[in-house]
């Protein structure tokens, strides 16, 4: 499945997704431009990968030397013709918006080699709402990796109807060249496989909290200790980012037509109040700051 040969890979959106992925096909041996419209943010995200391996050499999980040619592999531009050009694959990470992902894949497709695959990472927004438009839809494709990226083994590859079959064997070849685990997913199916069992977990948890039947702490302390989770739902909704699921559970309304599948009372209020977990040092619990 591996393909031993370096791709030219770019990843769009320098968020903590987007960087982080970056810096995974980098440290794989891959040619990577991280690109963004925004150069101040490109700055922080590398400040960011930086410190975190740092953290990694550190510990022994990579040498000085990996890192120090992972960084010199990694590029960033503000430009999408330069991000585009000479790309093999592109890994979408930007926010979470219909509109903003189709405009990025159009623009992207004119720019790019016509060889490019074009992925998606996002969990709820599937290819084939992307692919319109587009001049090669077959090589379009889901590819979500979970956060931490660093950290994470795991890739969903998603197939749609449009989808090449050699598209999905690169999507895998590539998942496995950066040390994934990755997994094919033969339909499209809104959340995918860990996400849709992930939000019958928080639906529940919160709807809990809400009746008033345990309190946020205590129904994580009873996940954790009980089913053996490594963090526990509410602190999960915290990392992964409050604005993230709301955007999730508004587009999961809107795709089942259920206003019951919308955000609850909780994760509104909290999204409205701009407290988003641990980016912005608040959300259903208090952090020290925000998330390193």
């Keep these: 499945m591996t393909d031993p040969r370096p791709l030219t890979l770019t990843v769009c959106g320098s968020g903590a997704m987007g960087s982080q992925i970056a810096l995974v096909g980098a440290l794989a041996g891959h040619d990577v431009t991280l690109y963004d419209i925004d150069a101040d943010r490109l700055d922080v995200a590398i400040g960011e990968l930086r410190t975190q391996a740092e953290r990694r050499v ?34 979408e990470a930007i926010v979470e918006k219909l509109e903003a992902k189709q405009s990025l894949f159009r623009e992207f497709e004119l720019l790019a080699p016509a060889h490019c695959i074009l992925a998606t990472n996002s969990s709820s927004i599937v290819s084939s709402k992307l692919k319109e438009g587009l001049a090669r839809p077959e090589l379009v494709c889901n590819m979500h990796f979970f956060n931490p990226a660093l950290v994470m083994e795991l890739v969903e590859v998603v197939e749609g109807e449009h989808t090449a079959p050699e598209t999905v064997a690169r999507a895998m070849a590539l998942a496995a060249s950066m040390g994934k685990h990755p997994v094919h997913i033969t339909r499209e199916i809104f959340g995918f496989v860990v996400n849709r069992v992930l939000t019958a977990i928080f639906d529940e948890a919160i709807s809990l909290a809400e009746a008033g039947i345990a309190s946020v702490e205590d129904i994580d302390v009873a996940v954790r200790k009980g089913l053996g989770h490594p963090i526990g739902p509410f602190a999960l909704l915290d990392l992964t980012g409050i604005d993230v699921n709301y955007h999730i559970k508004t587009l999961q309304a809107a795709e089942s037509g259920r206003p019951e599948d919308g955000p609850s009372q909780s994760l509104t209020s909290l999204y409205e109040a701009g407290k988003f977990g641990r980016k912005t040092g608040e959300g259903f619990f208090t952090y020290d700051g925000a998330a390193q």
């Design 58 to 91: 550190t510990k022994g999980r990579i040498s000085r030397e990996e890192a120090d040619a992972a960084f010199a592999r990694l590029a960033v531009t503000t430009s999408l013709e330069r991000a585009a050009a000479g790309a093999d694959f592109m890994i």
